[in-house]
Structure formats: structure tokens, C-alpha cells
């Protein structure tokens, strides 16, 4: 297969197709605040550290969702499971009082909020921050973890939703 390199510097349209070549699992944040469930679906992020343990989650610094997820002293953190795409689509949505409307989720005493059904759950604080261009890198760190037994994961692919397929 052939390919031809273009310079990206003034290409959005050509880094975003580049990126979304990129397949990354999906993860639901989510966060009682002041007694109103916040959540967004993320797929741009990363394991950092085993000590301390630390995930990294790449949220857009236009955001409108992230400013209230962070009022919350816990994060909680799903990694979708291949049946969840609806959830994903509607964690992704315009409007942030609709998020969780009819998505089966449990909220920790903690105050955060973790879906039913996912492969993993990580309850998360929020570590550190980097400004890196158009995104905010945020470090979280991983206080408590339950993974499902069985289960694959929901994958992010050319800006839609897919399944692993195994051999």
C-alpha cells in the first residue's frame, strides 16, 4: 500500500482524520454535584503510572462539562462495554440534564457515578492538570477499581462507535 505524507500544520480536517484512524476505548466520567448527575463520554486517554496510579483524560478546553465534573471530589470512570454505544452517543450529547436519562448507572457514596454494565469502574481524584494546545490533560488518580469478569470493550474508530472482533 502506498501512501503520501501532506503537511498537517494548517490541516485540521487532515489531523482529524489522521487521529481518528487512532482506535481507542470509550470511557464514561461521571459525578454527583450537588445532587445533579454530570457525565461525558470520553475517548482520549491514556494509563500513566502504576505508582501512583494514575490516568490520563484529554478533555477539550471548550468544554462546558468538564468545569462541573471538576467541582466533584470523585470521578467515576467506565469503560463501556461493546453493547453501551447508545450510552456513549448520549454521554456525547448537547444537553447535560439528559445524560443519564434512561442509562442504568449507580452513584457511590463518594459522589461518583459509574454505569452498570461496564467492563471496568474506577473511582478517580482529580492529581494534576497540563495545558497541552486545545486540550487540558487531566490526571487522575485511580483510589478504587471492579472490573467485570467477561466482556469486550466498546471502540472509538473514524469518529463512530465499533466492536473488537476476535480471532
Given amino acids: 500500500m502506498e501512501m503520501n505524507l501532506v503537511d498537517t500544520s494548517d490541516l485540521e480536517g487532515a489531523l482529524r ?3 481518528g484512524q487512532i482506535p481507542s476505548g470509550v470511557l464514561a ?7 445533579q448527575l454530570v457525565g461525558m463520554a470520553v475517548s482520549s486517554f491514556s494509563t500513566v503510572s502504576l505508582d ?3 490516568l490520563a483524560v484529554n478533555i477539550r478546553n471548550e468544554s462546558t462539562t468538564w468545569p462541573h465534573l471538576a ?3 470523585r470521578i467515576g470512570i467506565s469503560l463501556l462495554a461493546h453493547h453501551q454505544g447508545e450510552a456513549g452517543r448520549q454521554l456525547s ?4 440534564g439528559t445524560r443519564f436519562t434512561n442509562i ?7 459522589g461518583a457515578v459509574f454505569l452498570t454494565d461496564a467492563l471496568l469502574w474506577m473511582d478517580a481524584t482529580h492529581y494534576d492538570s497540563l495545558e497541552a494546545g486545545d486540550h487540558t490533560i487531566h490526571l487522575l488518580r485511580l483510589e478504587r477499581t471492579a472490573e467485570a469478569e467477561i466482556g469486550s470493550p466498546l471502540v472509538f474508530h473514524r469518529s463512530r462507535f465499533t466492536v473488537v472482533v476476535e480471532e
Fill in 93 to 96: 450529547g448537547p444537553d447535560l
Fill in 29 to 35: 466520567l461521571g459525578a454527583s454535584v450537588s445532587g
Fill in 104 to 110: 442504568e448507572h449507580v452513584v457511590d457514596d463518594s
Fill in 52 to 54: 501512583p496510579p494514575l
Fill in 17 to 19: 482524520r489522521v487521529y
Fill in 71 to 73: 467541582k466533584s471530589e
